[in-house]
Structures are given as C-alpha cells and as structure tokens.
Nanobody, 123 residues
Framework: QVQLVESGGGSVQAGASLRLSCAVS????????MGWFRQAPGKEREFVAR????????IYADFVKGRFTISRENGKNTVYLQMNSLKPEDTAVYYC????????????????WGQGTQVTISS
C-alpha cells in the first residue's frame, strides 16, 4: 500500500520560509509524477506545483512563481516544496499528491494523497 506523509508545516510570520516534505512509502516515488496542492478554509483545493517523475519538468501556479520551488530526491523517496517570502494568503493545508499517469494541475485526477500539513502565515 502506497502512503504519502507530509511534514514541515507550521506557523511563521510573513516573509519567512518553510520547507515541506512528502515521504512516499510502499512504492518507489520515481514511478510517480508528484504535485502539491493547498486548501484554505472555505475554498476549493488548488494547484500549487508539480514535478514529473524524472524531474525534467516543473510547473507552478502563478501565485507562487518565483517564491516556491518543487524538487524531489527519488533516492530518498521524498518530494519537497521550498516556500520563501511567505504571505498571509499562503495560509492553508498543503497536500502532496501522486499519480503514475497524470501530470497536470487538476487535483481530481491525482490518485494518491497525503493527509496534509497546516501552514499558517501571520502578518
């Protein structure tokens, strides 16, 4: 059984940085394209970033371009989201997702999900 476990969330002030991690167990992460999504209270889950299984391609939501970086270490079965220059509007539960086929931005197409990690940014 494949499991995704996020960590690294927390409460920080605006302008700070956080690095989220998503550890994959049960199957090698190199089989999957990986995405990060987030969901704020009362809002729909939204795409943040995606990296292909080979790391050759990354895409980002416009609102995080230049601030967030997605990366992966297949040898550690882990995917990361480095978040810099955090803003209060980045406050949300952040989820990692995996899929062996789909590599787009539609959260409904991703097969596997973690439980999420809370990120809270104060002004």
């Amino acid at each position: 059984q494949v499991q995704l476990v996020e960590s690294g969330g927390g409460s920080v002030q605006a302008g700070a940085s956080l690095r989220l991690s998503c550890a994959v167990s049960g199957r090698t992460v190199s089989r999957y394209d990986m995405g990060w999504f987030r969901q704020a209270p009362g809002k729909e889950r939204e795409f943040v970033a995606r990296i292909t299984c080979s790391s050759r391609s990354t895409i980002y939501a416009d609102f995080v371009k230049g601030r967030f970086t997605i990366s992966r270490e297949n040898g550690k079965n882990t995917v990361y989201l480095q978040m810099n220059s955090l803003k209060p509007e980045d406050t949300a539960v952040y989820y990692c997702a995996a899929d062996a086929v789909y590599s787009g931005t539609n959260f409904a197409q991703y097969e596997l999900w973690g439980q999420g990690t809370q990120v809270t940014i104060s002004s």
